[in-house]
């Protein structure tokens, strides 16, 4: 089959590699259909190189159709239509049935000390195939996979893989009252559809914060108040208290994380730590990882007193300087976590219809082949083309 793999530093190639087969008596095998680009795909272009090796196939935003059933496998036939959660999780461990299912017990890395396994996401979760391939192997097939009708294009249900409940997790973190108020860092897939799902959900005011010009268009088109932070700045949290008379935002939902802009010192090291050799590299980021935090820090400058921070972008650093006496005098609280992709799915479904009240039918802005994956990253990492969400079609 042919799959996108991982070579080195923004070095992703589509190559020809084995097909995969049932390993396990509850395996699936998955067509893929559509499969989407993630902003945390950047992570592993850009920075988590030494969790990599070369020719591991990336990609944790899959669909497609059943293939092939392991002879365990009794609520899944060839040909009935799926979508894959990234989270590798079984559905029936003490975390699982608690709504966690990115700590699912069966799938924990332990050796690394993490969570759920994840599809196509390094070492540090598993090392699991991912999705960004012309087939996928499904552990769990009776209870991992999304059954979803036939009939309506892929876009309208691919993004129950991530976008929708990682979105959707970090308004239900981020806790806003009945008409309340909510600030959305970063306007990219996550935050541009946390943007949609909190008006959807009743937020009065949803301010979007970016500076890309074609992101804040369409948030704002969407009917969020957007501000641009190259003309703010230093000053954005002025902005935003002047917007909430005086206090700041009920709650503010960081979709930006580790590869946050105004971060030179932080972006320098994640920059060396990508040419070391991977052994060192790796052992580097374990120890003394720092992240571009100024996301984080503009998140707790702008939430009001007594609000709420919900992360939904992704940190990746193991020593990273906290202003723990600013969060304890404001009493923040902080919601953060990959999202649980299975707890949320029975709330989104039925949003998923012609209606289509969170436009998700034409909310990727590329539909490009699998082959042209290579070029869609490097279009996407340089914010090129208008490229906010890109679905590739193996």
Not at 19 to 24: G, S, T
Not at 211 to 229: H, N, Q, T
Request: proline share 7%.
């Amino acid at each position: 089959m042919r799959a996108l793999t991982y070579q080195g530093k923004r070095d992703v190639r589509v190559e020809t590699v084995p097909d995969p087969r049932i390993e396990k008596p509850d395996d699936v095998i998955v067509r893929v259909t559509s499969t989407g680009i993630c902003g945390s795909d950047l992570h592993l272009y850009e920075v988590l190189g030494p969790y990599l090796d070369p020719g591991d196939i990336l990609g944790h935003e899959p669909m497609g159709v059943v293939e092939e059933v392991g002879p365990e496998v009794t609520s899944l036939s060839p040909g009935d239509r799926v979508v894959i959660p990234f989270n590798v999780s079984c559905g029936h461990c003490f975390m699982c049935e608690r709504g966690l299912h990115s700590q699912c017990e069966t799938t924990q890395v332990h050796e690394r000390g993490t969570g759920a396994s994840l599809f196509g996401y390094t070492k540090l979760y598993g090392q699991v195939p991912g999705g960004q391939a012309e087939l996928l192997r499904v552990p769990f097939g009776d209870s991992l996979p999304i059954r979803v009708p036939q009939g309506p294009p892929d876009d309208r249900f691919v993004y129950l893989s991530d976008v929708l409940p990682t979105a959707w997790q970090a308004v239900e973190y981020a806790a806003i009252p009945p008409g309340g108020t909510v600030t959305v860092l970063g306007l990219g897939p996550i935050g541009a559809m946390a943007a949609r799902i909190a008006q959807h959900r009743g937020a009065g005011l949803v301010i979007g914060v970016d500076l890309v010009p074609d992101r804040l268009e369409r948030a704002s088109a969407y009917g969020a108040k957007c501000l641009d932070v190259r003309r703010y700045g230093k000053d954005l949290g002025d902005a935003i208290r002047e917007l909430t008379d005086g206090r700041g935002t009920d709650a503010v939902i960081d979709a930006v994380g580790m590869e946050a802009h105004g971060a030179p010192v932080a972006k320098a090291a994640q920059w060396a730590v990508g040419l070391m050799p991977d052994a060192v590299g790796e052992r580097l980021m374990d120890k003394a990882g720092i992240d571009r935090l100024s996301a984080l820090y503009a998140a707790i400058d702008a939430v009001r007193r007594g609000g709420t921070v919900s992360l939904s972008g992704v940190y990746g650093g193991s020593a990273d300087p906290m202003p723990l006496m600013t969060m304890f005098d404001k009493q923040i609280q902080l919601r953060m976590g990959q999202a649980n992709v299975w707890r949320w799915v029975d709330d989104i479904l039925p949003l998923l219809t012609d209606e289509d009240p969170l436009g998700v039918d034409a909310f990727a802005t590329h539909h490009l082949p699998l082959e042209q994956g290579p070029e869609a990253y490097r279009t996407f990492q340089e914010k090129g083309d208008g490229m906010i969400k890109t679905l590739l079609r193996p």
